[in-house]
Every structure is written in structure tokens, then in C-alpha cells.
């Protein structure tokens, strides 16, 4: 089983460019979350899919959207970058929506110069 | 959502047990006591969690206050592979689709 994988592993992008973050849940998992986690803080909710639609948001502006596939794959957008979207972004998945038994991945380290 | 406090950082020699402390002094009568830890370069794992009884799994132990104001988290023999930043959340019910409100944790570093 590989767990929850996320590509790429790191990237760098320069203000107003556009970012697309890919994450493959854990075998058996239906549902996917994503977080973004600052430099030296807990993550932070962005949003949840499950049947593909989005179910639960966090309080992030429309620039970050997402989507979630019928293989229940998901993939994380963020329009016109901002030096403060530099972050890792995880994402979690799950069988449901609930918390308990989320598995989170790796991450993707997002630079934005 | 109640929030936590914890200590930016802690220190614990390999072997000891390693005792991680959480203050939740306002947490209502519905909030579980959640523990995750995240090792560098890697994502959250969740430990264990509890609402008023003391809870142990394979990985550590619960201990959470009379008047659940405050807990304890041990790890009973703490190895070098157990240095980590330890998240302390609160949250209502067990299986509602309120999210995880994440603090900064506390940075647990296990010396030889």
C-alpha cells in the first residue's frame, strides 16, 4: 500500500502564476483534504472533497479551488500567486468525512518568488 | 472552538518517558482531546485521542484532568525517532465534520 502520494515534491513558481498540485489518497479512501501549513505553524483546512464536490472550506479566498476525480485522485489550483501562498501543501484522505482515520501525505513544498 | 496552549519546545533523554503538556482550559463538554505529531519532512499522524478517560494505545498515553482543563501526553520510552512537533487539538464531537483547528505545537527533541 503506498499511502496518500503527492507530486511534485517541490516547486517554484513566481507571483501571478497559476499552480496545479496533484494527490492520489490512500487505497480505499474516498474522501480527500488539503491543508496548507506555513513555515514554523500547524496547517490550515482549505477544503475537503468527497463524491466529487467540494464539501467543507476553510476560510481561503476563491483563488484556491480544487477537484476530485471518479479514481477519487484530487487536484489542489491556485490562481495569481502571492508570495504568502509559499507553504507546504498536504493533503489527507479518508474513508468518509470524518477525522478519524485520515492519513496525510508527504507534501508539496510551494516557493513563490 | 476551544484553542490550546503548549510549550514551543521540550527536551526529553532517549529512554525516559517523554511528557507533553496541554492546557485547554476553556474546552466545552463536547470536545474530544486530539494528539497528532508531524516528524520533519513528513505529513501529521494522528496518536490518540480522548474526551474524559485516560486513553493508551500502542504509541503513547492520554492523560487528561479531572475537570479537563489541561492533559498530558507519554510517550513511555522515547527514542531518537520520536522527535517531532506534537499538536494538542481540540474539537466538538468525535465524527462531525468540524475540521481540526491547528496550533504550533510543541517541538519535542529526544537527546541520546
Known amino acids: 500500500d503506498a499511502g496518500v502520494t503527492q507530486s511534485p515534491t517541490h516547486l517554484i513558481k513566481t507571483r501571478g502564476q497559476q499552480v496545479t498540485l496533484r494527490c492520489s489518497p490512500k487505497?480505499?479512501?474516498?474522501?480527500v483534504s488539503w491543508y496548507q501549513q506555513a513555515l514554523g505553524q500547524g496547517p490550515q483546512f482549505i477544503f475537503q472533497?468527497?463524491?466529487?464536490?467540494?464539501?467543507q472550506r476553510g476560510n481561503f479566498p476563491d483563488r484556491f479551488s480544487g477537484h476530485q476525480f471518479p479514481n477519487y485522485s484530487s487536484e489542489l489550483n491556485v490562481n495569481a500567486l502571492w508570495l504568502g501562498d509559499s507553504a507546504l501543501y498536504l493533503c489527507a484522505s479518508s474513508l468518509g468525512t470524518g477525522i478519524l482515520g485520515q492519513f496525510f501525505g508527504p507534501g508539496t513544498r510551494l516557493t513563490v518568488l | 472552538d476551544a484553542k490550546t496552549t503548549q510549550p514551543t519546545s521540550m527536551d526529553c533523554a532517549e529512554g525516559r518517558a517523554a511528557n507533553l503538556p496541554c492546557n485547554h482550559s476553556?474546552?466545552?463538554?463536547?470536545?474530544?482531546v486530539y494528539w497528532y505529531r508531524q516528524i520533519h519532512s513528513q505529513g501529521p499522524q494522528y496518536i490518540i485521542h480522548?474526551?474524559?478517560?485516560?486513553e493508551t494505545n500502542e504509541m503513547a498515553s492520554l492523560i487528561i484532568t479531572e475537570d479537563r482543563k489541561s492533559s498530558t501526553l507519554i510517550l513511555p520510552h522515547a527514542t531518537l525517532r520520536d522527535t517531532a512537533v506534537y499538536y494538542c487539538?481540540?474539537?466538538?464531537?468525535?465524527?462531525?465534520?468540524?475540521?481540526?483547528?491547528w496550533g504550533a505545537g510543541t517541538k519535542l527533541i529526544i537527546k541520546p
Open positions: 487505497s480505499g479512501h474516498d474522501t
Open positions: 487539538i481540540v474539537r466538538p464531537q468525535e465524527k462531525s465534520n468540524y475540521q481540526l483547528i
Open positions: 476553556t474546552i466545552s463538554g463536547n470536545e474530544y
Open positions: 472533497y468527497y463524491e466529487e464536490e467540494e464539501r
Open positions: 480522548g474526551l474524559k478517560n485516560n
